[in-house]
């Protein structure tokens, strides 16, 4: 894993933090790599139960690195090639059993909404702006954009993104549904600041809770365009009884009850 990408487990809770800040952390080769290391990493770790994703200087992500695409990639077959590098990463955590919750202070445009995309909940800033832009310099959506947008907004709402240069207000996605929340601060770093600690804080609860149940509720959820209806309501059966033989979920569900019944 290169500089490009931070990357750190603390109690549970891996972070990844995008680190190109002078490029607003947009995506150049070294930046796909380490996102797909990072990413198998934070999958594959039986110590990790919850992952945050971040990231450093002024931007959430800009999507690819436009001047590097204008002068040291030859070809559009080394832009798929690194697209799909990036896609590895995506399916790692929207295919995972574990909650991911973004952070994404600033700008989120064009690949950076798909990366915005694959967490399972979003934070951003009341300055923040997110919108597709691709059209604008001749490329069409890539980085699960157009496999996300639309599940997120509906159809209507993510066509009208991808076929305007328009960037949405943090209040707009919002009430789109394509971020969770906003926060507010006085200046653009304290908002930053804030968006990076209120993410960590919804990680943290989390961690503090049934963990390995809200990993797989997000499972359920993300997984379900895979099955008919009738298999899903098969997998959610099978998922909530092997969650009723942990011990974890027996021990929760004893405690409610008890309460429940002094209630009563």
Request: net charge negative.
């Amino acid at each position: 894993m290169n500089d490009a990408i931070l990357f750190a487990v603390d109690e549970g809770l891996a972070r990844l933090t995008l680190n190109r800040p002078a490029r607003l952390n947009a995506f150049n080769a070294d930046l796909a790599h380490a996102w797909r290391d990072a990413t198998a990493e934070a999958t594959s770790r039986p110590d990790v139960k919850a992952i945050l994703i971040d990231a450093a200087g002024p931007a959430f992500c800009a999507g690819g690195d436009v001047i590097e695409m204008a002068t040291t990639m030859g070809s559009g077959a080394e832009i798929t090639s690194l697209a799909e590098v990036i896609n590895t990463g995506i399916r790692s955590l929207t295919e995972s059993a574990l909650p991911v919750v973004a952070a994404a202070h600033g700008t989120t445009a064009g690949g950076g909404l798909g990366i915005l995309l694959s967490s399972d909940y979003a934070v951003v800033g009341s300055r923040s702006r997110l919108g597709s832009l691709y059209a604008n310099i001749g490329l069409t959506p890539d980085l699960s954009v157009s496999a996300q947008l639309a599940r997120a907004v509906g159809q209507r709402r993510a066509l009208q993104l991808v076929l305007q240069d328009r960037l949405l207000s943090a209040a707009e996605a919002v009430e789109w549904g394509l971020v969770a929340e906003a926060v507010d601060a006085e200046d653009p770093a304290q908002e930053a600041d804030l968006v990076r600690a209120r993410a960590e804080e919804i990680a943290r609860f989390w961690l503090a809770g049934a963990a390995v149940a809200y990993g797989n509720a997000k499972r359920l959820v993300r997984s379900q365009p895979e099955r008919t209806f009738e298999e899903q309501l098969s997998e959610e059966a099978r998922s909530i009884g092997a969650s009723l033989a942990t011990a974890d979920a027996q021990a929760r569900v004893a405690a409610f009850a008890a309460a429940s019944a002094r209630r009563g």
